[in-house]
């Protein structure tokens, strides 16, 4: 009778075991796509207020001008 050795790692690798790794997987997946998410909307935030102070410089700068050639 011919016995066959099964590994204990092939016993673990249930189906129940690998959806466990997927949503492990996902779960790490979504967390660094939400990290990113949130760079993101800083940059963004920065740009945005960067944009606002160049604007109020160039109004100011404007204004300035107007006055000295008036």
Do not use: F, H, P, W
Not at 15 to 38: F, G, H, S
Not at 62 to 69: A, N
């Amino acid at each position: 009778m011919k016995t066959e050795k099964i590994s204990v790692s092939s016993l673990n690798d249930t189906l129940e075991e690998q959806l466990r790794r997927m949503l492990v997987q996902a779960t790490n997946e979504c967390r660094v796509l939400q990290q990113e998410i949130e760079v993101l909307k800083k940059l963004v935030n920065d740009e945005q207020e960067q944009k606002y102070r160049a604007y109020v410089r160039i109004a100011d700068l404007t204004s300035e001008l107007g006055k000295l050639k008036s």
